[in-house]
């Protein structure tokens, strides 16, 4: 079974940091692209960021581009997102993400709020 299980969300100031981790287990962790999506209040999911299966590549949405660092421990089966310089338009909840066979998986997510 797959699980995908993310932590290290909080409240922080705007220009503050966070390092969001996602734990995966119940698949071939390395052998899979992962992506994090997110999904604001009141607003549908939008992803943030992938990497490929060996981390060598990375994308990144326009709102993070330079702001955000995507990577990944394949020995650990960990998946981590750090995002600097924090905006209150970055609150939302953030999933770590995985299309597997024609199907998707989330976790449950972690609440990222920006607020001063």
């Known amino acids: 079974e797959v699980q995908l299980v993310e932590s290290g969300g909080d409240t922080v100031v705007p220009g503050g940091s966070l390092r969001l981790s996602c734990a995966a287990s119940?698949?071939?962790?390395?052998?899979?692209?992962m992506s994090w999506v997110r999904q604001a209040p009141g607003k549908g999911p939008e992803w943030v960021s992938g990497?490929?299966?060996?981390?060598?590549?990375?994308n990144y949405a326009d709102f993070v581009k330079g702001r955000a660092t995507i990577s990944r421990d394949n020995a650990k089966n960990m998946l981590f997102l750090e995002i600097n310089n924090l905006k209150p338009e970055d609150t939302a909840v953030y999933y770590c993400?995985?299309?597997?066979?024609?199907?998707?998986?989330w976790g449950q997510g972690t609440q990222v709020t920006v607020s001063s």
């Open positions: 990497t490929n299966a060996a981390g060598s590549e990375t």
């Open positions: 993400y995985l299309r597997r066979a024609f199907t998707d998986y």
């Open positions: 119940g698949f071939p962790f390395s052998n899979y692209d």
